[in-house]
C-alpha cells in the first residue's frame, strides 16, 4: 500500500525540524539562506558593560614573539661567550649506505659514456692532426707541377 500525502508530510516535517547542531552551523533552509551571515548565539556574545578579561589568543602570541625572540638572543650570545655558538656549519654527516637503484646505474652510465665521448674526440683530433701533417708536408714539397695536379684533385 503506498504511504498516504500525510505521512509523506509527517516525514518531510521531521526532516526540517531536526535538532540544532552548533558545531555544524544552521541548517540551510533555501539559497538566500547562504547569502546570510548566521546569526550569534547567545553564548558567543561579550556583555557590553562586562570587561574584557582576556586577549584573543592571535593577539597573546602576538604580544609574546618578541619576548621569546629576545630570551633566545640572549641564549645565544651567552652560548657565544662560553665558545659553544659559532656561525660555521656543522660537518656534514656520512649518509648511510644504501642499495643501488635504477637512476644510480643511470649516472653511472652516463659518467663513463661522457668519458668515452671526450676520449673518442681527442682521438679523432689526434688522427685528424696527423693526416693534416701528412697532406701538408707532402704537398709543400712536392713541385709546382705535382702541386698543380693535386689542385686539381681537389675540385
Known amino acids: 500500500m503506498p504511504p498516504t500525502p500525510q505521512t509523506v508530510q509527517l516525514t518531510g516535517q521531521k ?3 531536526q535538532q540544532y547542531d552548533p558545531s555544524k552551523g544552521p541548517p540551510v ?3 538566500a539562506s547562504l547569502h546570510t551571515p548566521p546569526p ?3 553564548g558567543r556574545l561579550q556583555p557590553v558593560n562586562a570587561p574584557m578579561t582576556s586577549l584573543p589568543a592571535t593577539l597573546q602570541l ?3 614573539q618578541p619576548q621569546i625572540e629576545n630570551q633566545i638572543h640572549q641564549r645565544i650570545a651567552e652560548l657565544r661567550k662560553e665558545g659553544l655558538w659559532s656561525l660555521r656549519r656543522l660537518p656534514k654527516l656520512q649518509e648511510a649506505p644504501r642499495p643501488k637503484s635504477h637512476w644510480d646505474y643511470l649516472l653511472e652510465e652516463m659518467q663513463w659514456m661522457a668519458t668515452d ?3 673518442e674526440r681527442k682521438w679523432k ?3 685528424a ?3 693534416h701533417e701528412k697532406c701538408f708536408l707532402t704537398k709543400k714539397n712536392r713541385s709546382w707541377y705535382h702541386s698543380m695536379w693535386w689542385k686539381s684533385c681537389l675540385n
Open 117 to 119: 665521448f671526450a676520449q
Open 129 to 131: 692532426k696527423k693526416v
Open 15 to 17: 526532516q526540517s525540524q
Open 40 to 42: 550569534q548565539l547567545p
Open 125 to 127: 683530433m689526434a688522427t
Open 29 to 31: 533552509q533555501n539559497a
Open 62 to 64: 602576538s604580544q609574546q
